[in-house]
């Protein structure tokens, strides 16, 4: 196992252009008008327990499920990414509302620590009774996360306080042991709050219990879902239907040590590989790694889009059979592709492979990151791959996970660029940063400068208090097919090993590295497994994966448009869009509509010379409607 550890959000700056947008718009924009749409939702207002108890705002669907189960879990990630955003700029009027939801939370917790509006509110005698749909154990696990986000902030333990008591209870409810139940959460979420929480006090029974929840999941004869259903049909409550047939759809078919194909809903999916690949450093356990390698494989070899996209299949949100990747019907939601992050990040640092941080990178630049608007207050749910002009961004959702996921991943977005061990530092991704670590028994200040993801043109400096003697691990990005490297202006002459170039030496005040990544444009190729995109071509420049959008191609539907496979593909720099940003033009063909006045005919339709334009995915859909696609035909 690695002996490297991440550096946390709130000991990385940054300072490069491009995530500082983000963020300055996270922090001014996009956490105050989440704030506004959760009120006006009615997720703030069922923290206060109103009486009497209104009629639900969303009705229980054909399944018997109504969001109200998880608006816990909605506040609590708001908190996350608004404790994230205040890392880098404190707001009193955002402190102020979160202490406010603290108060709310604090006066509806059970004097035995349970912590559930829905439940409290509405239910009372049914908590802890269907936790394979009810999202009891999720919501927590957000809300953990949320409260140890602000701790970490501010310093504020109120809310620590409130989740731990609650954290108590749940330990003691779930277990092996006599009166215990052995449930697990039919969405995993809180696996990974509890191993934050460890991290947070060293207290190993926190531990525990996510191992617990991890060890239990999927266990047959009995299966708990089977248990608790009976129970409730023996109570008559039995009022939700599960459309899903069996339990891959919450990774729950077969213990998960078991498990070698990735299927079911995404999301839920990765949450649990990413607490899995946890214990696995955190406890050792081989098997666990072994499991988490397996499965990363499936999903890498048959089941991830080109722009870090996961799951098919808008029926369950997930995945369907290898190879299953429609552009046009696409679902790729946000939150799987934030997942997907999370599970990369900790399965980088299993062994400090760089093939892990290639995925993060593709997933944050693309996949994840175009669920947010440009002006920070629009979303998308789904990510197509291709869209006839129908498709636009919503201002929210009745199911709003997405949008406090992709905030909250913009908001924390530093603390995936930095990684410590007692003699090391290794730098995973690179966009202006800078951090003061203990290094060697010295403290290091480390300042990287770049305008990435535009340039590959890259400056660190690292200040020792002291000269000192540790590795330097540099990652050089599965994309980049050459690359150059110096220290003080001398030449390094080195080749990556598992995607990292090491620098041993001994450091001193005022030394320099600059590393050269040459950024040319690219054609990508699908496997001819994935037939939706054979005869068809991606583009991609650096960490970044391009589409064309009707906007800068005029003549209509962009799907009309076809690129010579000899054409060159040439990178402009465009200030005129977005702040700055690089495009790429192309000679195309143009497929001519307007003498074709059938539906078939026997005659091709005219084509003629033209030119496209594409601009980077995470950006479409930000100047209104219009046709966009990202495998382009090829003439």
Not at 30 to 37: E, P
Not at 544 to 555: F, I, K, R, T
Not at 598 to 605: D, M, S
Request: aromatic share 10%; with cysteine.
């Amino acid at each position: 196992m690695s002996q490297y550890h991440p550096v946390r959000f709130v000991d990385v700056r940054l300072e490069g252009s491009f995530w500082k947008e983000r963020l300055d718009t996270v922090l001014a924009t996009t956490i105050l008008s989440q704030h506004r749409r959760l009120d006006e939702s009615g997720a703030l207002e069922q923290l206060k327990l109103p009486k009497p108890v209104p009629p639900l705002r969303h009705p229980r669907g054909a399944n018997g499920v109504t969001v109200h189960v998880f608006w816990d879990s909605d506040v609590g990630k708001w908190i996350e990414a608004a404790s994230y955003a205040l890392s880098h700029r404190r707001d009193a009027v955002i402190e102020a509302r979160i202490e406010a939801i603290i108060d709310d939370f604090e006066r509806a917790q059970e004097p035995d620590g349970y912590l559930n509006s829905f439940y409290t509110e509405r239910e009372p005698e049914n908590r802890w009774t269907n936790l394979r749909d009810n999202h009891e154990l999720y919501n927590a696990g957000h809300m953990l996360e949320g409260a140890i986000a602000y701790y970490e902030t501010t310093g504020r333990r109120r809310w620590l306080d409130i989740m731990e008591r609650f954290i108590a209870l749940i330990a003691k409810t779930f277990g092996t042991g006599p009166g215990q139940k052995r449930g697990y959460c039919g969405h995993p979420e809180i696996e990974l709050a509890l191993v934050k929480l460890y991290h947070l006090t060293g207290e190993r029974k926190h531990l525990e219990l996510a191992s617990y929840f991890v060890d239990e999941h999927g266990r047959q004869d009995p299966h708990y879902y089977d248990v608790e259903l009976e129970e409730r049909r023996r109570r008559g409550i039995d009022n939700q239907l599960y459309a899903h047939g069996d339990y891959k759809y919450n990774q729950a078919h077969m213990p998960l040590r078991e498990q070698t194909k990735v299927v079911g809903h995404a999301v839920r999916a990765m949450y649990m590989y990413a607490a899995m690949a946890d214990l696995a450093v955190e406890n050792g356990d081989a098997a666990l790694k072994a499991a988490c390698e397996t499965l990363w494989d499936d999903v890498m070899i048959t089941k991830m889009y080109v722009t870090g996209g996961l799951g098919p299949s808008a029926h369950n949100e997930g995945f369907t059979y290898d190879y299953d990747l429609p552009n046009q019907t696409a679902y790729a939601e946000t939150c799987a592709s934030v997942a997907l992050i999370l599970w990369a990040q900790r399965m980088l640092h299993l062994d400090l492979d760089g093939k892990y941080a290639d995925v993060l990178e593709t997933a944050l630049y693309n996949g994840a990151l175009s669920g947010l608007s440009r002006d920070g207050e629009h979303y998308f749910y789904a990510n197509p791959l291709e869209s006839n002009g129908s498709a636009k961004r919503w201002e929210w959702h009745p199911c709003p996970c997405c949008t406090m996921n992709v905030s909250r991943l913009v908001a924390s977005v530093g603390g995936y660029f930095l990684s410590t061990a007692p003699d090391g530092l290794a730098i995973h991704l690179y966009g202006g940063i800078s951090a003061s670590r203990e290094i060697a028994g010295t403290t290091v200040a480390i300042r990287e400068q770049s305008n990435y993801p535009w340039s590959g043109d890259i400056r660190i400096s690292l200040d020792p208090e002291a000269p000192t003697a540790f590795d330097l691990k540099l990652r050089i990005p599965g994309w980049a097919k050459s690359f150059s490297l110096s220290v003080n202006g001398v030449p390094v002459e080195t080749q990556p090993v598992n995607g990292y170039v090491t620098v041993h030496r001994t450091w001193s005040k005022g030394d320099s590295i600059a590393l050269d990544l040459p950024m040319p444009a690219e054609r990508v190729y699908a496997n001819p497994g994935v037939i939706m995109d054979i005869g068809r071509v991606a583009l991609q420049r650096g960490p970044l994966v391009y589409c064309l959008e009707e906007a800068d191609n005029a003549g209509g539907a962009v799907q009309r448009l076809k690129l010579p496979r000899d054409a060159e593909l040439e990178a402009v720099r465009r200030a005129d869009l977005f702040d700055g940003i690089v495009t790429l033009t192309a000679p195309a063909r143009a497929i001519e509509p307007q003498d074709f006045n059938a539906l078939y005919r026997t005659a091709p339709p005219r084509e003629r010379p033209s030119s496209l334009t594409a601009l980077p995915y995470y950006l479409w859909a930000n100047r209104g409607q219009g046709s966009m696609v990202v495998w382009i035909p090829e003439a």
